[in-house]
């Protein structure tokens, strides 16, 4: 499932070819073609994102919703390379102009909505790293509850945009025991995991990659800096996706288990603390 770094690149590339723009929209695919026809012809203000949640903002008051799900995509391509495109697969939106065409597939959710039901959607959001510099609405949260961080850091209304990824490397960068329920965690812990949240995110959207072992992050941000490009070549990572590999830092067996609905993986060894 994409998480929030892939949802903030997507607003900034969408708002990057659109914003300020008339735009087409359709839908090739035929399930949004009423939505369509009332953004069509519009300008296209603002794309933003809230966690895994994409508005699309175009003049009159209209807001395109989006949310990914577990297989939706989101391409923005310059129209120069793709010419009048051939409709590939199942496109359930298509936003063009003369230069550019972005494509939506397999969504969870595709809708015009309005600047209230917006706003409510908001409000069921806990903060996101790459939209709040204060994570205290989560830490709120967090600390009255007895589920395990590691359920806790998952769930959408206490902190928006991390997924699975995010959620296992960050516990295992600052040796958390996943299991540690909320009302256990240490205020520090979590302040220490809010700040790192929001320096990997902003890193995952400059990459479209999620980036989280400190040699690349080092590499990454480095190369930011200088303005450079990035190249990264092979996906790696502390624990995720390494079950009974050996852990990077000390050799122990990493392990995995179904946690609220999804893989977490971590070395039992490196992470004791709560
Ligand atoms: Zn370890």
Known sequence: MPEGHTLHRIARDLHGAFAGTPVEVSSPQGRFGAGAALLSEHVLLEARAHGKHLFIEFAGERILHVH????????IDAAEYVGERPVIGQVRCRITTGRHVADLRGPMTCAVITPEEEAAV??????????????????????????????????????????????????????INPATPGERLKRTSWELVWADLRRLLPLGVATSRIVTVSEEVAE???????????????????????????????????????????????????????
């Open 68 to 75: 990914l799900g577990l297989i939706g995509t989101f391409t």
């Open 122 to 175: 908001h409000a069921k959001l806990g903060p996101d790293p790459l939209r709040d510099e204060d994570g205290g609405a989560a830490w709120e949260r967090i600390h009255r509850s007895r589920k395990s961080v590691a359920a806790l850091l998952m769930e959408q209304d206490v902190l928006a945009g991390v997924g699975n990824v995010y959620r296992c490397e960050v516990l295992f960068r600052h040796r």
């Open 220 to 274: 990454v941000e480095s190369a930011l800096a200088k303005g450079e490009g990035v190249h990264l070549t092979e996906r790696t990572s502390y624990v995720y996706k390494r079950t009974g590999r050996e852990c990077r830092r000390c050799g122990s067996i990493v392990r995995a288990k179904d946690v609220a609905g999804r893989t977490l993986y971590w070395c039992g060894n490196c992470q004791r603390r709560s």
